[in-house]
């Protein structure tokens, strides 16, 4: 899986390792044929986000141990699928998105001027984004 372009033309950056994150379970928003949901955004989820999520049926904060899930928190960065971010953007709670780590694939269904409206660089302190 690996070679994938980021929205902003360059190598794809890893996403997240704690907890490990993509499709593929990579670290990065790597995506494939069988990823039909295009898990290719890259976000720090933030507690509005997630509670967004949970409200249109995507829960991504309850832990699923049967499928070693142990839920996210605000600060864990997440790869998500472009539709469901694009959904949350038109409510206004879309989560931050970190771009190079983001990958192309997104554009499909997400401009990348709404892209870069939540682009952040990851603080030393993610759990500030609550």
Do not use: K
């Not at 989560?95 to 682009?119: N, S």
Request: glycine share 12%; aromatic share 6%; with cysteine.
């Amino acid at each position: 899986m690996n070679g994938g372009r980021n929205v902003v033309g360059g190598e794809l950056e890893p996403c997240g390792t704690e907890p490990l994150t993509g499709f593929y379970r990579d670290g990065c928003c790597n995506t494939g044929p069988e990823d039909v949901g295009s898990h290719t955004v890259c976000v720090v989820v933030t507690e509005q986000f997630l509670g967004h999520q949970r409200a249109v049926g995507n829960d991504l904060s309850t832990p699923r141990p049967e499928y070693g899930f142990a839920g996210l928190r605000p600060g864990d960065r997440w790869c998500v699928c472009a539709s469901r971010w694009r959904q949350a953007y038109d409510d206004s709670l879309a989560a931050p998105v970190v771009l190079a780590a983001t990958h192309e694939r997104a554009l499909e269904v997400i401009e990348l001027g709404m892209l870069r409206e939540h682009a952040v660089d990851v603080p030393a302190d993610p759990g500030a984004l609550a």
